[in-house]
């Protein structure tokens, strides 16, 4: 495989995982919550997109915004009643919670769908520009990813709500004399992250096989991929996931696929040493 097909495979990998760990960087970032969920939500999404097209031949473009508003729903019920009760409680007791929250879903998915991976076959064929050949199912994947993390962007710089969940990332207790329902803003976020793990698993149910054996994997990426780039900002998650896409696709090809994820975690693990706030981090909130 040629240098360049591998660069370009990388890229398109890394459109993916930044679209991956968005909505889990926001989540960390602003409400300081390691969210085990978000592995689970993303399979749930993939699943609810092969169900819709393989027992009523809806099209994974057309499930994506239905699946989108209800993990967002999901999401910002899930926050709003359970987790903000312990919102000041320290990181140990929500992550623990997250993490029972996780068990219940993933046995859930596991007992209802079954572990069996189930894939979105689109047959769009391939595309051939030169040397680099690619299909063109995860084309589209990599075009809605970025798509929808440029859309997060501009939500986040744009409108009332995301000003308001940045005021409240810069320092809560301020947003809250200014006027911000800061637990509304948190569940938002809430549902915010959630909706970007559901529609990321719409795009890699027309990719990769979803499994609920990947629950474990995708919260993996999603981590590396914060730490990469900085927690709490959407170019962070673009710039780590393009990085760590571009890393494991070039570690891939020189020492194997099966030593791929081993050279992000190393990746990972010099970063927290050299420069703990990531590569787009600010120092203050790493």
């Not at 890229?11 to 969920?37: D, E, K, T």
């Not at 589209?140 to 970025?146: F, I, P, R, Y």
């Not at 990085?243 to 020492?255: A, D, P």
Request: proline share 3%; glycine share 12%; aromatic share 10%.
């Amino acid at each position: 495989m040629g240098y360049l097909q591998t660069l370009v495979n990388g890229i398109v990998l890394g459109a993916l995982y930044a679209c991956l760990a968005v909505g889990f960087s926001l989540v960390w970032g602003v409400l300081n919550i390691v969210n085990m969920l978000h592995g689970s939500l993303i399979v749930l999404g993939g699943y609810l997109t092969f169900f819709a097209w393989h027992s009523y031949g809806i099209s994974p473009l057309l499930a994506l915004p239905a699946v989108a508003l209800l993990l967002f729903v999901l999401g910002y019920a899930t926050q709003f009643l359970v987790i903000n009760r312990v919102i000041s409680a320290p990181v140990l007791t929500t992550l623990t919670l997250t993490f029972g929250l996780d068990l219940i879903l993933y046995n859930f998915m596991t007992v209802y769908y079954t572990a069996t991976p189930r894939r979105v076959t689109l047959d769009l064929g391939v595309v051939e520009i030169g040397s680099i050949v690619m299909p063109v199912d995860r084309l589209l994947g990599t075009v809605l990813a970025l798509l929808l993390t440029g859309l997060l962007y501009l939500v986040m710089r744009r409108s009332r709500i995301g000003r308001a969940i940045v005021a409240v990332r810069m320092d809560s207790a301020a947003a809250a004399l200014m006027g911000i329902r800061v637990n509304r803003i948190y569940a938002v976020t809430f549902g915010i992250g959630a909706l970007m793990a559901g529609v990321t698993g719409v795009i890699f149910a027309m990719v990769y096989p979803v499994t609920t054996n990947l629950t474990g994997t995708y919260l993996g990426k999603a981590f590396v991929v914060c730490v990469i780039g900085g927690l709490g900002s959407v170019p962070g998650a673009l710039v780590g996931g393009i990085v760590l896409g571009v890393i494991e696709s070039f570690s891939g090809q020189f020492f194997g696929p099966q030593h791929a994820l081993t050279v992000g975690f190393v990746l990972m693990l010099v970063l927290l040493v050299v420069k703990p706030t990531g590569l787009t981090g600010i120092k203050g909130y790493e």
